[in-house]
């Protein structure tokens, strides 16, 4: 069984930094692309890092400069590292793999842990 758990979520003020990490385990064959996705309040879930097996990185134009993704692949974990954080940023934190958003939404195609909660201050 496939399963995802993301921790490291929490309060920070605007211009603070905070590390998430996905920990995730049951894939039979090669790892596919882990993928951080963001939903905020009444808006669209987002995509926005993903990393490859052999380390190819994308990362949505909101958060290019400020994330990092990175990969420990002998502890099956992706690190999501966020620096500058904005009250925008703001927003349930999910890992996911072999995933899509539907209708707006996080969650409901591929598998996805039970995400984290980022709020930014200003």
């Known amino acids: 069984e496939v399963q995802l758990l993301e921790s490291g979520g929490g309060s920070v003020q605007a211009g603070g930094s905070l590390r998430l990490s996905c920990a995730f385990s049951?894939?039979?064959?090669?790892?596919?692309?882990i993928i951080w996705y963001r939903q905020a309040l009444g808006k669209e879930c987002e995509l926005v890092s993903s990393?490859?097996?052999?380390?190819?990185?994308y990362y949505a134009d909101s958060v290019k400069g400020r994330f990092t993704i990175s990969q420990d692949n002998a502890k099956n974990t992706v690190f999501l590292q966020m620096n500058s954080l904005q009250p925008e940023d703001t927003a349930v934190y999910y890992c996911a793999a072999e995933s899509a958003t539907l209708a707006g939404e996080c969650g409901i195609v591929g598998y996805w842990g039970q995400g984290t909660q980022v709020t930014v201050s200003s």
């Open positions: 049951g894939f039979t064959f090669d790892t596919p692309p």
């Open positions: 990393i490859s097996g052999d380390g190819i990185q």
